[in-house]
Antibody, heavy 118, light 110 residues
C-alpha cells in the first residue's frame, strides 16, 4: 500500500537549517508530485509547494520562496524539504503529501514537528 | 490566488446534523472541485470528500459534500463524539499551480 514516512521531530536554533525527509513506498515514486503542507500552532493547513520527483522540477508558493528548498533522491524514493535561516515563525508541523485532483488517491506523511528555539 | 473561507467553529449534539461551509473569493473555483479533510489531533489529514461530493472507500455515508457556484459544503449527519475534529476544504488554484486550503472549522460535539 502507498505510504509516505517522514523523518522525526527536529529542534533547531534560530538561524540554523533543518532537512525533513519523506520516504515513499507502494507506488512508482517518479509518477506523482510530492507536496509539502505546513500547520503552525493554532493555524490552519498551508500549502507550501511541490516537487516532481521524475524531473526534479519544483514550485513554491510565493510566501515560502527564499527560505525553503525541495529536493529528491529517486534511488531512495525520498523527497526532502530544507528550511533555512530558521526563525520562531517556522515552528510548525510539516507534512508531505500526494494531492491529486478528482481522485481518492490522496496520501499524507505522518507529519514532522519542527521547533525553533534558542 | 483565491481564498477559501470557512467558519472558525461549528457544533452540534450527538445525532444531529451539522453543515460546514467553504466560500471561495472568486468565481475561478467554479471550474475546480473541492476536497474536504478531517484532522484529528496528532494525526495526518484524512480525505473525506473529493470532487465536491465523492466519498473515498471507508468514509461513512454520514459525511456528504456539495457545491453550488462558489460555495461548497460538508454535511455530517448522525453526529458522533468521534467526529470532533478540525475540518478543512481545499481546492486547486490554477493561477497558483498549487492548492489552497480553507482556514479550518473546529467541530465540537456537545
Amino acid at each position: 500500500q502507498v505510504q509516505l514516512v517522514q523523518s522525526g521531530a527536529e529542534v533547531a536554533r534560530p538561524g540554523a537549517s533543518v532537512k525533513v525527509s519523506c520516504k515513499a513506498s507502494g507506488y512508482t515514486f517518479t509518477h506523482y508530485a510530492i507536496h509539502w503542507v505546513r500547520q503552525a500552532p493554532e493555524q490552519g493547513l498551508e500549502w507550501m509547494g511541490w516537487i516532481k520527483p521524475g524531473s526534479g522540477d519544483t514550485h513554491l508558493s510565493r510566501k515560502f520562496q527564499g527560505g525553503v528548498t525541495f529536493a529528491r533522491d529517486t534511488s531512495a524514493s525520498t523527497a526532502y524539504m530544507e528550511l533555512t535561516s530558521l526563525s520562531s515563525e517556522d515552528s510548525a508541523v510539516y507534512f508531505c503529501a500526494m494531492l491529486l485532483v478528482d481522485t481518492a488517491f490522496d496520501y499524507w506523511g505522518q507529519g514532522t514537528q519542527v521547533t525553533v528555539s534558542s | 490566488q483565491f481564498v477559501l473561507t470557512q467558519p472558525p467553529s461549528a457544533s452540534g449534539a450527538p445525532g444531529q446534523r451539522v453543515t460546514i461551509s467553504c466560500s471561495a473569493s472568486t468565481s475561478n473555483i467554479g471550474s475546480n472541485t473541492v476536497k474536504w479533510y478531517q484532522r484529528l489531533p496528532e494525526t495526518a489529514p484524512r480525505l473525506l470528500i473529493y470532487s465536491d461530493s465523492q466519498r473515498p472507500s471507508g468514509v461513512p455515508d454520514r459525511f456528504s459534500g456539495s457545491k453550488s457556484g462558489t460555495s461548497a459544503s460538508l454535511a455530517i449527519s448522525g453526529l458522533q463524539s468521534e467526529d470532533e475534529a478540525d475540518y478543512y476544504c481545499a481546492a486547486l488554484d490554477d493561477s497558483l499551480s498549487g492548492w489552497v486550503f480553507g482556514g479550518g472549522t473546529r467541530l465540537t460535539v456537545l
